[in-house]
């Protein structure tokens, strides 16, 4: 169900599945999808577009939580998400595991891993993934 307050909407469509490709509506997004294994493919993947994505939101996030306590994010901070595509095995599919190595340089590790923290819970994947989704969140 979708809130009466939409920030923002994005639309894309994929044909070919993982291997084919993407676009989104208003054509500033267009993308070859290769299969990770194959090792002439020059595509990406949906495991790619969603580590840069989720890598990119929770920046942001951790930035929104910056803010709110008056601290100050070096322009060089960054968040490296790695995701794994992960069988469960017998007949169960697969499931994401995420690791968030964040490097917030020249903030106290209590401080960073406060603002870490904070973070996960203002960031939409964190809200998306939760629950289905291993996620780990270290210092880098």
């Known amino acids: 169900m979708r809130s009466k307050t939409t920030l923002y909407q994005a639309q894309a469509t994929a044909i070919g599945g993982r291997v084919g490709g993407a676009a989104s509506a208003d054509g500033r997004l267009k993308i070859r999808l290769d299969d990770p294994a194959d090792p002439v493919g020059k595509g990406t993947n949906p495991e790619q577009l969603f580590a840069a994505a989720y890598a990119a939101c929770f920046l942001s996030a951790i930035r929104r939580a910056a803010d709110a306590e008056g601290i100050a994010i070096a322009p060089d901070s960054h968040v490296t ?42 960031c939409p994947y964190s809200k998306a993934v939760r629950g289905d989704a291993k996620v780990s969140i270290r210092l880098a």
């Open 81 to 122: 998400a790695d995701v794994a595509l992960d069988d469960v095995g017998a007949g169960g599919g697969a499931v994401l595991a995420i690791e968030l190595s964040v490097d917030l340089s020249g903030l106290d590790d209590a401080v960073a891993e406060r603002l870490a923290s904070a973070a996960h819970a203002l």
